[in-house]
């Protein structure tokens, strides 16, 4: 089946490590997002990447860092630096241009302890 | 996009009744408009979307109207049902090949339908 999955699907972290959420897609798709969710609250873009090897900040973009060296993976990691990482962390994928449908991983709850 | 505005943040409604949550944006070169249904610890899904030149798109119960004039757009539930129950979140996207395609989203909308 064609999807995007992202793992693991709740990671607990002890401060001061980084930690890196998974995001695979076998969609053929070339740009991937990493958004983050805090309860009540709606999506704010991490990073995004339109093609392989290449990839923009969003808008909360200070304490992650991504990778984009395969078009089907888009790694997330959370820094030290990133002063309050416990939120959920959605992970998407779409075709480039044309109005055409973004999909969404399941979804990874980071808990820092 | 660069900014997208939902408005209210809170729905309930009548079991039956009609449900409308409202979006502006900011983005004039924005062209892609979708709506997306989250349930509790999952991922959103993409439940309708529209394109720039199109004023109204219908889908069953679904419905959603754009006005690029205003820089509005709105989704329409009709004779909602439990299951409508969720949190709706609106987007846009300027689709320009090659250049700032970013997927910008609004606050969200959770929605309560009373048996």
């Known amino acids: 089946d064609g999807g995007i999955t992202q793992s693991p699907k709740y990671l607990f972290r002890k401060e001061g490590q980084n930690v890196t959420l998974s995001c695979e897609q076998n969609?053929?798709?070339?740009?991937m997002y990493w958004y983050r969710q805090d309860p009540g609250q709606g999506l704010r873009l991490i990073y995004y990447?339109?093609?392989?090897?290449?990839?923009q900040k969003g808008d909360i973009a200070e304490g992650y860092s991504v990778s984009r060296e395969k078009k089907e993976s888009f790694p997330l990691t959370v820094t030290s630096a990133q002063k309050n990482p416990t939120a959920f962390y959605l992970c998407?994928?779409?075709?480039?241009?044309?109005?055409?449908?973004?999909?969404f991983g399941q979804g990874t709850r980071l808990t820092v302890v | 996009g660069e900014n997208v505005e939902q408005h209210p943040s809170t729905l309930s409604v009548q079991e039956g009744d009609s449900a409308v949550i409202k979006c502006t944006y900011s983005?004039?070169?924005?062209?892609?408009f979708p709506w997306y249904k989250q349930e509790l610890g999952k991922g959103p899904q993409l439940i309708i979307d529209?394109?720039?030149?199109?004023g109204e798109k219908k889908d069953q119960r679904i419905a959603v109207t754009l006005n690029k004039t205003a820089k509005h757009f709105s989704l329409h539930i009709t004779e909602t049902q439990p299951e409508d129950s969720a949190v709706y979140f609106c987007?846009?996207?300027?689709?320009?090949?090659?250049?700032?395609?970013?997927?910008?989203f609004g606050t969200g909308t959770r929605l309560t339908i009373i048996p």
């Open positions: 529209i394109r720039s030149n199109v």
């Open positions: 969609l053929n798709h070339d740009a």
């Open positions: 990447s339109q093609i392989v090897n290449d990839f």
């Open positions: 998407a994928s779409s075709s480039r241009g044309g109005g055409t449908e973004a999909f």
């Open positions: 987007a846009d996207r300027r689709d320009i090949i090659l250049g700032n395609e970013k997927l910008t």
């Open positions: 983005d004039s070169a924005s062209n892609y």
